[in-house]
């Protein structure tokens, strides 16, 4: 059964949640490549509109690129 904050995600949101769930994080390239969401900033802030606390974590990978890992915290 779904709880009433997360129906009224939309669908790319309540996968972007689905993820977090069950991973634990998303950057992201993995948010494109894995389902296809390419504004994966704009599901965040859904799902944190819906009362969902997120972490924000900056990282640089090897070539220098500054990317952000977002993870949800229980």
């Known amino acids: ?17 689905r993820h977090l769930q069950s991973v634990g ?4 390239v993995e948010a494109n490549a894995v389902h296809r969401v390419r504004s994966l900033s704009r599901r ?3 799902i944190r509109d819906a009362g969902h606390i997120i972490d ?18 229980k």
């Open 44 to 46: 965040i802030t859904e």
């Open 25 to 28: 994080s998303i950057t992201n």
């Open 1 to 17: 059964m779904k709880d009433t904050q997360t129906m009224k995600l939309t669908p790319q949101a309540q996968t972007i949640l």
């Open 56 to 73: 924000k974590l900056r990282r640089r990978d090897c070539t220098g690129q500054i990317y952000v890992r977002y993870s949800l915290v």
